[in-house]
């Protein structure tokens, strides 16, 4: 499938670490993460909300997360966790798609959404993505997440296809 992005780069963005004060006032720290990060990971996906799954991820139980987890943890992918007082309560992922593609993910526990903390986590990934020579990311949201699209294009992704009962977005880097 070819996909269609913006003819022009975006403008550079945050790298990790970072900390952001969200919307509620708690002070957020963004970081990259890596394998080491698994077993925060793991509660914070055990928390996760079975609403805000979309697409079968992230997986429900306990050994399918960590199947889930070393996967996008592994060298091929690029992740940031937001942390509040220590724990994991945010996580973006850029997963190798096509030559110079990658697919994006995030994930918010519900008591952060709305915060601010989903865009700096998507900032802060797309930071390191630049860092790292990522050219193109891209992704999916169901039609109905008006909250999700608003992000996503806050931050610059632009709509390149609504063919499915998914929206596709797409971001130069």
């Not at 007082?85 to 997963?95: F, N, R």
């Not at 697919?103 to 930071?127: R, S």
Request: charge should be negative.
């Amino acid at each position: 499938m070819t996909r269609t992005y913006p003819d022009d780069p975006a403008d550079a963005f945050p790298r990790p670490p970072r900390t952001i004060t969200d919307g509620e006032g708690r002070e957020i720290e963004v970081v990259a993460a890596d394998a080491t990060d698994t077993e925060d990971l793991v509660e914070m996906y055990l928390d996760f909300n079975p609403e805000d799954r979309a697409q079968g991820i992230p997986p429900v139980k306990d050994e399918a997360i960590r199947k889930w987890l070393d996967v996008i943890l592994g060298d091929e992918c690029l992740n940031v966790v937001a942390r509040h007082e220590g724990d994991a309560i945010g996580h973006a992922t850029l997963v190798p798609d096509n030559e110079d593609e990658q697919e994006l993910a995030i994930f918010v526990l519900q008591a952060y959404q709305g915060a601010g903390i989903g865009t700096a986590l998507v900032q802060t990934l797309l930071g390191h993505g630049q860092d790292q020579g990522v050219g193109k990311v891209w992704l999916t949201v169901e039609r109905w997440n008006e909250p999700a699209i608003a992000l996503y294009e806050k931050v610059g992704f632009e709509t390149s296809n609504t063919e499915s009962f998914e929206v596709e977005m797409a971001i130069r880097l």
